[in-house]
C-alpha cells in the first residue's frame, strides 16, 4: 500500500544535540511538507519541497533544515539552535500545489528533548 | 494574514446524538477548505475538501459544508468509533493551508 512512513516514532534526545527525522513517502508526490504540532495549536509550516533538490521555509524553519536529494525522501534536522524543539512533528506530501490538492500524512515522530 | 478558529474545543455526546462543528476563517483568496480526522498518536486522514460556498459533502455519518466566512462538519447520530480531533484548514490565495487548532470529539457508549 502506498503511503509515508516517519520514523522512529519516539525520540529521545540531550539538549545541544542536532537529531534527524525520517521521512518517506511511496505515492510519487512531488511536494513534501514538514509540519510541527503543539497542544492546543494548529499544525504549523516548517518546510516544503516542490521537487527535488528545491525547498522552501515555512513559518517556523528557525532551528531546522531539510534536504530533498530524492523524490521519494525529504529528512528534517532539529539542529540545536531550536529554542524549544519538544514537540510532535508530521510529515505530509501531497500531488502538487497544496492550494487544491489534499495532504496525505505519516504518523509522526514524537520528539523530546531533555 | 489567514485565521482560523475552531469550535467548540471539545465536545461531548451521547450515542447517537447529532451535532455540528465550526470553523471560522479570514482567509484572502479562498482557494478551498479541507478536513481532516486525528486519532491520538496518529497523522491526520483527509476527509473532505471544498472548494465554494454552498458546497457539500458527505461521508458515512458526517457532511460538510461552506460558506464565505465559515464550514461546519455536521455529524449525525455518531458513533464511539467518530471519537477524534477534527481539524480544518483553509487555503488561501499564497496557497498555504491554515490548520486550525481542532475540536476534540468525544462519543459516549
Known amino acids: 500500500d502506498g503511503g509515508i512512513t516517519q520514523s522512529p516514532k519516539y525520540l529521545f534526545r540531550k539538549e545541544g544535540q542536532n537529531v534527524t527525522l525520517s521521512c518517506e513517502q511511496n505515492?510519487?508526490?512531488?511536494?513534501m511538507y514538514w509540519y510541527r504540532q503543539d497542544p492546543g495549536q494548529g499544525l504549523r509550516l516548517i518546510y516544503y519541497s516542490q521537487i527535488v533538490n528545491d525547498f522552501q521555509k515555512g513559518d517556523i524553519a528557525e532551528g531546522y533544515s531539510v534536504s530533498r536529494e530524492k523524490k521519494e525522501s525529504f529528512p528534517l534536522t532539529v539542529t540545536s539552535a531550536q529554542k524549544n524543539p519538544t514537540a510532535f512533528y508530521l510529515c505530509a506530501s501531497s500531488t502538487s500545489d497544496r492550494g487544491l490538492w489534499p495532504l496525505h500524512f505519516g504518523n509522526g515522530t514524537r520528539l523530546t528533548v531533555t | 494574514e489567514d485565521q482560523v478558529t475552531q469550535s467548540p474545543e471539545a465536545l461531548r455526546l451521547q450515542e447517537g446524538e447529532s451535532s455540528s462543528l465550526n470553523c471560522s476563517y479570514t482567509v484572502s483568496g479562498l482557494r478551498g477548505l479541507f478536513w481532516y480526522r486525528q486519532d491520538p498518536g496518529k497523522g491526520p486522514e483527509f476527509l473532505f475538501t471544498l472548494y465554494s460556498a454552498g458546497e457539500e459533502k458527505e461521508k458515512e455519518r458526517l457532511k460538510a459544508t461552506l460558506t464565505k466566512k465559515e464550514s461546519f462538519l455536521h455529524i449525525t447520530a455518531p458513533k464511539p468509533e467518530d471519537s477524534a480531533t477534527y481539524l480544518c484548514a483553509p487555503t488561501g490565495s499564497a496557497r498555504q493551508l491554515t490548520f486550525g487548532s481542532g475540536t476534540q470529539l468525544t462519543v459516549l457508549p
Open positions: 505515492l510519487n508526490h512531488d511536494a
